[in-house]
DNA sequence: CCATTAATAT
DNA sequence: AATATTAATG
């Protein structure tokens, strides 16, 4: 009998052992993510020495039935998975040691972008993160690997109420600053890949290199693609934060419909970008917004519409988030939430109401004060929103 | 010129 | 099918 005990006793001594230097892997991982997941650290790293404690005092019967969340894995080699998957494995006493690559999709493309107006996606609450995050960790866990890609603030990045302050004034003509990426391709046949007849073995790279670059770069090509004949622009894709400015900018002027792609462009702040670009985005806006979808009748189409509209107003509802918490302050949520759908409805007082000292002063003042239709715009817009949101201001046409 | 609408390309 | 770019129009 006693020989099985200490068998038995060797056993659990190994696996305590593996455990620990699991766990210390663990917490070699995790140690980079430390400013999240502060707790998460912490855990390990009490396990740790927990388990320590444990061994080194042996002496002491013990059965180590103290570890709480040892739950996942009672053997060593397994644990150290799952960085990212969600995986609950619920158990699985002795898995097999799966080692996860960190499979870091690194997704170059559209770093033009980011040089100017990076920004992490959704993560914009760094510090605010500390003990309410157990949610939707998978979500900015994701946003991680953003980081690196971007750590460096740009310039003006957001916070637009207070960067508004500085206010470089953008040579209001169209930005010639960073054109960013205007370089590759032809618009035609090929847009990114083929290029050089002779090799280039690796677009991609190539590509990569030219985007960190920062696009038009520094002037030499590479590639031979002096065929200037370029009728077509890069397309500017419109990154969330992008857009978060646009509609940021969009509820300074009061609405999609009281503002104009100039004002917009001007307000955004975004070096680079052209009236045009605005003017497209504002289109598909509109359009948006007017439809949200007119495809599928959604069931009970007679009433309880409810903001569909705002729904419709096919910003994300993070972005949705972000922007009325920065723009709204504290006016209540729902207050905001008119306002995101405000372009057609809301915004009844025409002028945007200085949001903050900071910037106002003299945002669109100048410029073309004549322009009479504004006023009668805004007027018009506002009646149409009434009480009922129903927002279907062409019932019938 | 500038803003809006329509057409076109990706 | 969606979205950005270009052209046309007021």
């Known amino acids: 009998m006693n020989r099985f005990k200490i068998m038995d006793f060797a056993e659990k001594m190994q696996r305590c052992h593996e455990y620990v230097e699991a766990l210390e892997a663990e917490r070699r991982k995790i140690q980079v993510f430390e400013r999240e997941l502060p707790l998460c650290l912490e855990l390990v790293t009490q396990a740790i020495e927990a388990c320590k404690r444990e061994l080194s005092g042996t002496t002491a019967d013990h059965n180590m039935h103290g570890q709480p969340e040892c739950s996942e894995q009672t053997s060593s080699e397994g644990p150290v998975l799952e960085e990212f998957i969600p995986i609950k494995r619920t158990h699985s006493s002795d898995d097999d040691e799966n080692d996860n690559n960190h499979d870091d999709d690194d997704d170059d493309l559209q770093e033009q972008q980011s040089q100017n107006n990076n920004n992490n996606k959704r993560n914009k609450s760094n510090s605010s993160i500390s003990n309410n995050d157990h949610k939707k960790k998978s979500d900015w866990l994701r946003s991680v690997q953003l980081w690196n890609q971007s750590p460096d603030p740009p310039q003006k990045q ?137 495809t599928i009748h959604n069931n009970s189409n007679q009433q309880a519409p409810q903001f569909v509209v705002v729904g419709g107003i096919w910003v994300p509802p993070a972005e949705y988030a972000a922007v009325a918490a920065t723009i709204s302050g504290e006016t209540s949520t729902i207050s905001a939430a008119n306002g995101m759908c405000a372009p057609i409805a809301a915004a009844p007082p025409a002028v945007p109401q200085n949001r903050q000292h900071t910037q106002s002063e003299h945002l ?18 506002p009646s149409t929103s009434s009480s009922t949101h129903t927002t279907t201001t062409s019932p019938l046409f």
């Not at 006023?375 to 018009?380: D, K």
């Open 364 to 381: 669109q003042s100048e410029g073309r004060g004549s322009r009479s239709e504004r006023g009668a715009h805004s007027s018009n817009s």
């Open 158 to 294: 957001d916070l637009p109420r207070k960067a508004a302050v500085t206010e470089v004034k953008r040579n209001g003509a169209g930005g010639a600053f960073q054109p960013f990426h205007r370089e590759k391709s032809v618009g035609k046949s090929s847009n990114q890949a083929i290029k050089a007849p002779t090799t280039v073995p690796a677009s991609a790279i190539s590509s990569t290199a030219g985007a960190v670059t920062g696009g038009t770069g520094g002037g030499g090509n590479k590639r031979e693609d002096k065929e200037e004949g370029n009728q077509r622009k890069q397309r500017r894709c419109w990154s969330p934060e992008l857009h978060r400015r646009f509609l940021h900018a969009l509820q300074q002027l009061g609405g999609s419909h009281a503002s104009t792609p100039k004002q917009i462009r001007e307000l955004m702040k975004v070096d680079g970008l052209t009236n045009d670009e605005v003017k497209s985005h504002l289109q598909k806006y509109r359009l948006h917004t007017r439809r949200p979808s007119p």
